[in-house]
């Protein structure tokens, strides 16, 4: 029988006084942010989420207002990918990581106090950099650098966690750590080249940081959790095992290597070359996967629906890059086709499959159904609506309206779910809310 979401109850699972908030009636305590490491690292994730999201969106009201633009003296689009990329979405893996890898691992659990260092080395990191990068490149470099610091420690747990581990099967963790040791390479690159002044550094550390480290640690977390092959073909799983994963990682460590060769044009050239074939036979190879997987599951499951949504944005994405990469070959303009893809892979694929799998966790955690929840499903149909907007942005750069739209909506959506969790993770479990 395939891996399938146990989120089949028909009717909200509530306590005996009517809550329907899962958020109960204790107060929110920071020691209970302690009791479980999800808890500590989600809310870490959510109030840099909701922060940078913030950060973003009235910078680019700023703009589009038509005064002064707020002064920046790191590239403004860097800054943004990597805040965007880089502060929030670590943290929500350290959460799940520190929540599955002992079950994973047959290791012994996770002390969520183990984790208040990172945490607070994390926030304090981040929130240097977004100030520095606009007062002072040493000050963003020095944030950055405690980034990359607090990071690489939290890899070298996780491999020291792997090493000691007996279990037979490690394959997805081993994948996971080695993206993770790749993110904490692309944070010291990033910290590199804003400390000399290096842009094509930081545009290979932001190339380094979303498809080697961001998208195969989602890719393998779904791989081993989702059965998105097993259900689409039986047949393929068992003649090529985990040939899928290995290709679709293989694609995405691919954009890096293109943009480490991309000095030498007729290196660069043959590079887009190869990228094209790749990213195309991603894209027909998800895409398939896709609809199968969606023909043989039950949508109204919404779980199932949101997953199924974020699968489809990760062919979008390799399908654009394709298209790019194709225009770059043949020297051809290729226009806002890799804009497009980057934020399809960020804010379709990712960012789906974030509010999905992390309202999942936080829902079970606290012994509730993710299918009570009406409100992370009409949030997870804004945030299609928001990655819409920001493709069209991407196709038509002279207008502003897109951007703000989609960035208006991004944060509405952002701030809204981080702030009904975050307080959900400050208060106990009550076991009633599972009846």
């Not at 929540?99 to 080395?121: D, E, F, K, N």
């Not at 750590?177 to 080249?193: E, K």
């Not at 799998?357 to 606290?366: F, I, L």
């Amino acid at each position: 029988m395939p891996r399938v979401p146990a989120d089949r109850c028909s009717r909200p699972s509530v306590d005996r006084s009517g809550d329907r908030t899962g958020s109960g009636a204790e107060r929110w305590r920071f020691e209970t942010l302690l009791s479980a490491p999800h808890r500590l690292a989600f809310f870490t994730g959510m109030a840099l989420l909701a922060a940078a999201s913030l950060w973003w969106t009235s910078i680019l009201l700023l703009r589009a207002l038509g005064g002064a633009p707020p002064p920046f003296v790191v590239p403004p689009g860097a800054a943004h990918a990597l805040l965007m990329g880089g502060a929030f979405m670590p943290m929500f893996f350290a959460g799940f990581l520190c929540t599955v890898a002992p079950r994973w691992l047959q290791a012994a659990p996770v002390s969520a106090a183990s984790l208040l260092p990172m945490a607070s080395a994390w926030v304090a990191g981040w929130s240097i950099f977004a100030t520095g990068a606009q007062l002072d490149a040493r000050v963003a470099a020095g944030g950055l650098a405690i980034v990359a610091l607090s990071w690489s420690a939290f890899v070298v747990r996780i491999l020291q966690m792997i090493a000691a581990s007996r279990a037979p099967d490690r394959l997805h963790m081993l994948v996971i750590a080695g993206a993770c040791a790749i993110g904490a390479l692309a944070f010291w690159i990033g910290t590199w080249a804003i400390a000399f002044a290096e842009p094509a550094r930081l545009a290979l550390a932001e190339s380094v940081l979303l498809h080697g480290f961001l998208a195969p640690v989602f890719v393998a977390a779904l791989h081993r959790m989702v059965p998105f092959v097993h259900v689409a073909s039986q047949t393929l799983e068992q003649r090529y095992g985990n040939a899928p994963l290995a290709l679709l990682v293989g694609v995405f460590l691919l954009q890096p290597i293109m943009q480490a060769v991309s000095g030498d044009a007729s290196i660069a050239r043959a590079a887009h070359a190869i990228a094209f074939v790749a990213d195309a036979a991603a894209a027909a190879l998800v895409a398939w996967i896709a609809l199968r997987w969606r023909a043989r599951q039950n949508l109204r499951v919404r779980l199932l629906a949101m997953l199924f949504g974020a699968l489809a944005w990760l062919a979008v994405a390799f399908a654009l890059q394709a298209a790019d990469a194709l225009a770059l070959a043949s020297g051809q303009p290729a226009g806002g086709l890799r804009l497009a893809a980057l934020h399809a892979l960020a804010m379709g694929f990712f960012a789906s499959t974030m509010l999905a799998m992390v309202s999942r966790v936080t829902c079970g955690q606290a012994g509730r159904l993710l299918s009570s929840e009406h409100i992370v499903w009409w949030l997870y149909l804004a945030l299609q609506a928001a990655v819409v907007l920001r493709l069209a942005a991407a196709a038509l750069p002279l207008r502003s309206a897109p951007l703000v739209a989609a960035t208006l909506v991004w944060t509405t959506t952002m701030l809204v779910w981080s702030l009904r969790y975050a307080g959900w993770y400050g208060r106990p479990r009550t076991e009633s809310r599972a009846r």
